[in-house]
């Protein structure tokens, strides 16, 4: 699979085109219009300097990753691609449209369409094609560049040669680890992290601790590379809400209930790092 399509250039969508472009990868980027494309290619850029300050990445792998991977807004140019990862925002319609719009461009019967969703049923988004045997999740973790994890989603639908060539894929071209999971909101990872980000808030709500003593707490007690309430401003506060709001509708726990406040601050536009404010500000 040389020819990867990414849908979306946020956080993860950007995140997903450097990944690829690193490892060789002919990308191209669907963006929602040329702002996006802006910021996802500052994203890009901005991510791919951090790799060559922290000598991770020569200047020459540099400028030839950014080489490798251009953008278009529109959707139907991705009909030529083997691969594509959607990184579309945590919202049910939007992906369903993302899904039914790749069932139509993407030529190659045999392409392996992957969503990053974090916690929507990836059933219903290959429901949303004519192909559900070629669809299945592909669950990168943020910042995508760093961290070695894929969870690797299959639906009851999946094609099991599917599944091998996009595992293939993520281990031997982009060398990271992959788990299988089934098709449950969350899957292992969101399942495990997202009580805890959503307890640390609601900590931080009732006013029994503030920001930089709850984040203190897990870093140093814990030795966790970063606090709650600081991952979640990594994480974007808006998608934190969404995957708590998914995984309140699969499970209808307590522990998923998204706390008033961080529905407020979504409301406000305080998304963390992305918007420059979360529970911490940049
Ligand atoms: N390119 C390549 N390597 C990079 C890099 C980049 N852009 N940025 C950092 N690195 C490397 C560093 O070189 C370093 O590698 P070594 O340990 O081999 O030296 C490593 O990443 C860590 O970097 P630093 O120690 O310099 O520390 P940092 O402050 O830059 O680390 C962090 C930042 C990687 C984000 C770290 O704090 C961390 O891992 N935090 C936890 C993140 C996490 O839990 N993410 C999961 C979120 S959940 C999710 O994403 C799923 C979902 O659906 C919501």
């Not at 950014?66 to 139907?76: C, E, G, K, Q, W």
């Not at 140019?77 to 039914?100: C, I, M, N, S, Y």
């Amino acid at each position: 699979m040389r020819r990867v399509g990414v849908v979306g250039c946020g956080v993860m969508g950007a995140g997903l085109a450097e990944v690829c472009a690193r490892a060789g990868r002919d990308v191209l980027v669907a963006a929602s219009g040329p702002e996006g494309i802006a910021r996802g290619r500052a994203r890009l850029e901005r991510s791919l300097a951090a790799g060559v300050r922290r000598g991770k990445v020569t200047e020459e792998d540099r400028d030839a990753a950014l080489a490798r991977v251009r953008f278009t807004t529109d959707l139907a140019g991705l009909r030529d691609r083997q691969l594509v990862l959607e990184a579309a925002p945590e919202h049910e319609p939007t992906k369903l449209r993302v899904f039914r719009t790749l069932d139509e461009v993407v030529e190659d019967p045999e392409a392996i369409l992957a969503s990053n969703t974090s916690a929507l049923s990836v059933m219903k988004l290959a429901r949303a094609t004519d192909r559900p045997g070629q669809v299945l999740g592909l669950h990168f973790f943020n910042p995508a560049p760093v961290l070695r994890l894929v969870e690797v989603v299959s639906t009851l639908l999946t094609d099991d040669r599917a599944r091998r060539t996009a595992e293939d894929f993520v281990t031997g071209v982009l060398g990271k680890q992959a788990i299988h999971v089934g098709d449950r909101s969350g899957f292992v990872v969101n399942a495990l992290l997202v009580p805890y980000l959503l307890s640390a808030i609601r900590m931080y709500e009732a006013g029994y601790a503030d920001a930089e003593n709850i984040d203190k707490a897990m870093t140093l007690g814990c030795s966790h590379p970063m606090g709650p309430l600081a991952l979640a401003d990594l994480i974007g506060l808006d998608t934190v809400a969404a995957i708590g709001a998914a995984l309140y509708e699969e499970f209808k726990e307590p522990a998923h209930a998204v706390p008033p406040l961080l529905s407020r601050m979504v409301d406000g536009g305080l998304l963390g790092r992305k918007s420059g404010r979360g529970f911490h500000t940049y």
